[in-house]
């Protein structure tokens, strides 16, 4: 079934931590959010920028309840401090990791990996490790992972993480990507496992204009410009990830795209379809390990038992 704005309920009363929020989608997800009367915490590594994005929700006609959290997805020192604020919240209802990095040119984050691999993939699942137990509580979160189309012909290349042996940025983007949806749903096999009342959804915004394109250097504009007329905006682009925050049916292991032109734009989402190798929990499990190992952060959760052919 197909969700649009209109479908969002209220969300008054519930504590909202959105990734990468000043901007593009992640600040149409925030937008939204606080619309419906979510407090809204936009994670960000610019100040001025996330305030910025503050007094521009702020300018609307409710009375948005947002605030600003330092944190920089690359340094896992900054993503355990991080943590630490957010464990003095009182609660956390949603946790949506939305920021990301795009075909930057070749640099690395603290933990020596590639940076978009240390970005979009390293730093959200260290935030989430830390903050588990604050997930937990109070009757469980809904933890969204946003994913994207360029997952689809993706692998992991354990060996060379840190592009020592080379670098393709569209390659890695990709990598990066298809590790978001990778660890999503083996977030869900874990916490279902493990009988949690914290809930793994994924989304992915189709093709959006964002500031994402902006490594794209002269292209950058003719690609706005043909997104902007084919595809989605940063407005529709948002609408999967609220769906996947706030739809009372969707349940853990979900995956939700835009409805139309084969998921890449739509003023509508619904249920998207992740490539098989993105449902692979042994690839999945690998993954989990070697974050771990990166990170030197443990989420603490066991793997779901193997099953059995029937």
């Given amino acids: 079934m197909s ?11 519930r504590t909202a931590v959105v990734t990468g929020a000043n901007t593009g989608i992640g600040l149409e997800i925030a937008r939204g959010l606080a619309r419906k009367g979510a407090r809204v915490i936009l994670a960000c590594r610019d ?11 702020r300018s609307g ?22 943590a630490a604020e957010l464990g003095k919240e009182q609660q956390i209802d949603l946790l949506i990791n ?7 040119p070749l640099s690395h984050g603290s933990t020596g990996a590639e940076l978009q691999f240390a970005v979009n993939h390293l730093g959200h699942f260290a935030l989430k490790g830390l903050l588990m137990g604050k997930l937990a509580a109070d009757g469980g979160a809904r933890v969204v992972s946003q994913a994207s189309l360029a ?11 840190d592009a020592r042996h080379g670098y393709s940025r569209l390659r890695f983007y990709g990598q990066s990507k298809l590790a978001n949806l990778l660890f999503a749903f083996e977030l869900d096999r874990r916490l279902r496992a493990a ?9 992915h915004p189709g093709i959006a204009r964002t500031e994402l394109t902006r490594h794209l250097g002269v292209l950058g504009p003719v690609f706005g410009a043909a997104t902007g007329f084919l595809l989605n905006d940063s407005v529709k682009g948002a609408l999967p990830a609220l769906q996947a925050a706030t739809d009372p049916d969707a349940e853990g292991g979900d995956y939700y795209g835009p409805y139309g032109l084969r998921e890449m734009s739509g003023g509508a989402s619904g249920p998207a379809v992740a490539a098989r190798t993105a449902q692979d929990p042994q690839l999945a499990a690998r993954l989990w390990e070697k974050s771990v190992a990166m990170t030197g952060i443990d989420p603490g959760l066991e793997p779901a038992p193997a099953q059995t052919p029937a």
């Avoid at 409710?62 to 997805?73: I, K, N, S, V």
């Avoid at 997952?151 to 290349?157: C, F, P, V």
């Avoid at 009988?195 to 989304?203: I, Y």
């Fill in 61 to 82: 006609p409710e009375r948005a309840d947002c605030a600003y959290l330092h944190l920089d997805l690359a340094n896992i020192a900054s993503v355990r401090d991080a």
């Fill in 47 to 57: 100040a001025d920028r996330a305030n910025a994005a503050i007094e521009d929700i």
């Fill in 151 to 161: 997952h689809k012909g993706a692998g992991i290349d354990f060996d060379n993480l």
């Fill in 195 to 203: 009988n949690s009342p914290v809930v793994s959804v994924a989304c």
């Fill in 98 to 104: 939305n920021a990301g990095v795009m075909i930057p």
């Fill in 3 to 13: 969700f649009a704005f209109f479908d969002m309920p209220d969300q008054t009363g």
